[in-house]
């Protein structure tokens, strides 16, 4: 008989692919690059840690043994990917790649308008 950990372990699995799967149709089928970063770190960053979870959960009730090392990678995910994906998409926003045509509002257009303006009254 199939324990109830084996379940959870194989739930978690089966949703990180899911979320890897919507990741690949996000990177596919959205306009620009800044809402392709958007689907890449935040579907990629739960579908990982969904798997990581699930393989700590199998060695933990099947081996019995705790990984120290899947729960650093879990961290270590949590903590990098968004912040990643943030950084490409601001140094790519700075280097001037435009946004999608379907874009409704960019908040900062606003902010360089206000900067470019503080700027100049110093001179």
Excluded: C, W
Aim: glycine share 8%.
């Amino acid at each position: 008989m199939i324990d109830v950990s084996e379940y959870f372990v194989a739930a978690f699995i089966l949703i990180g692919a899911f979320f890897g799967v919507v990741t690949a149709i996000g990177l596919i089928r959205l306009p620009d690059l800044y809402t392709r970063t958007h689907a890449a770190s935040k579907s990629a960053t739960l579908g990982v840690m969904s798997v990581l979870i699930g393989a700590l959960l199998f060695f933990l009730t099947e081996e019995g043994m705790f990984n120290s090392r899947i729960v650093l990678g879990i961290f270590f995910v949590l903590i990098t990917a968004p912040v990643g994906g943030h950084l490409i998409a601001r140094a790519a926003y700075n280097s001037g790649v435009k946004l999608a045509p379907e874009t409704v509002h960019d908040d900062l257009s606003k902010k360089e308008q206000y900067e470019k303006k503080k700027n100049s009254s110093r001179d």
